[in-house]
């Protein structure tokens, strides 16, 4: 595709409930990264994949969060029994290879737990 | 103390002046240099990237590392209304240990008043 799509934009949760976040990565890019990003904060990392290999799952915050990539390109981040610090923007990044090349980010989906 | 300090502002000038943004840094292990620019609502988008200490220029956009004091800068010249949004600042390790994972400052507001 033409950039990182994520789905849904936005999401609003009652507290305790399961969510799935989706990210489709730009077509061929074989790195793919989560990152949180809490309101007038920067991003913080979540986790990373290099194709289908999660290599680094070291910013997930609790075993609530799950991240995978089966097939090495469509990505889902799962948060379960979600709580109100959980609200915050998921934002999705994907690039050509590892670190020395550019991430492009998607828009974001904004999660609210009420 | 967070490894990345950024003045979150917010910063207000008129049409044309010269904005200077700025973050310091405590780990010595960061090598490469990025700014992202964040409109609202939107994901972030990457600026200026560099690997070395000095001055890389791109158009209006100067981004200046300093490591012996672990500092960056980003100047932008004869500013304009759509510069408004938020500049964060990012940083890697280098290469071989976890050049993929970007730390971010917390962002600065930018208003450029026409």
């Known amino acids: 595709g033409a950039g990182v799509s994520q789905s849904p934009r936005y999401k609003v949760a009652k507290r305790g409930q399961d969510v799935a976040l989706r990210c489709d990565p730009i077509?061929?890019?074989?790195?793919l990264f989560w990152y949180q990003q809490a309101l007038g904060q920067g991003p913080e990392f979540l986790t990373y994949f290099q194709n289908e290999a999660q290599l680094d799952k070291s910013g997930l915050p609790s075993d609530r969060f799950f991240a995978e990539r089966p097939e090495g390109s469509v990505s889902t981040l799962k948060i379960q029994r979600t709580q109100q610090e959980d609200s915050a923007v998921y934002l999705c990044a994907s690039s050509i290879l590892g670190g020395d090349t550019e991430a492009f980010f998607g828009q974001g989906t904004r999660l609210t737990v009420v | 103390q967070k490894e990345v300090e950024q003045d979150p502002g917010p910063l207000s000038v008129p049409e044309g002046a010269i904005v200077s943004l700025n973050c310091t840094y405590s780990n010595s292990a960061f090598q490469y240099f990025m700014w992202y620019r964040q409109y609202s609502r939107k994901g972030p988008e990457l600026l200026m990237y560099t690997y070395s200490s000095g001055n890389k220029e791109d158009g209006r956009f100067t981004a200046q590392v300093d490591k012996s004091s672990k500092y960056i800068s980003l100047f932008i010249r004869d500013s304009q209304p759509s510069d408004s949004a938020t500049y964060l600042c990012?940083?890697?390790?280098?290469?071989?240990?976890?050049?993929?994972?970007?730390?971010f400052g917390k962002g600065t507001l930018l208003t450029v008043n026409p």
């Open positions: 077509s061929g890019h074989v790195s």
């Open positions: 990012a940083m890697s390790e280098s290469s071989g240990g976890s050049n993929y994972k970007l730390t």
